[in-house]
């Protein structure tokens, strides 16, 4: 295939097509592959497609968990930038 990239995910070989780096599409092909790897370990199951399915779960809890961790972060930076400019506008009104 023109401009694809072969991956190996849990035995399964994929061609993914596109804008996408090898080197980048390897490493999310590993990360999916420990994680379905992972899922099959724990819970017994040897259909592959419930494992990519139950996989799938965790790997959108994770970003769920990411994404709430990146709005908290940025609720602190906000509060922090906010804080900074008060006391900028005191130093400023205190000089005038």
């Known amino acids: 295939m023109e401009d694809s990239v072969r991956v190996e995910i849990y035995d399964q070989i ?3 097509r ?3 780096d090898e080197a980048h599409a390897q490493e999310l092909a590993r990360y999916v ?7 099959a370990e724990v819970t017994g ?3 592959s497609l419930r494992t990519a399915v139950l996989a799938a779960l ?4 994770e ?14 930076i ?19």
């Not at 965790?58 to 809890?61: G, P």
């Not at 970003?63 to 602190?76: S, Y």
């Open 14 to 16: 994929y061609h993914l």
């Open 18 to 20: 596109g804008e996408t």
């Open 33 to 39: 592959d420990e994680r379905m790897r992972a899922v």
């Open 45 to 47: 199951a040897v259909d």
């Open 58 to 61: 965790h790997l959108a809890d």
């Open 63 to 76: 970003i769920f968990q990411l994404r709430a961790r990146q709005q908290q972060l940025e609720g602190q």
């Open 78 to 96: 906000r509060e922090r930038a906010e804080h900074c400019l008060e006391i900028v506008d005191r130093a400023l009104g205190q000089s005038a």
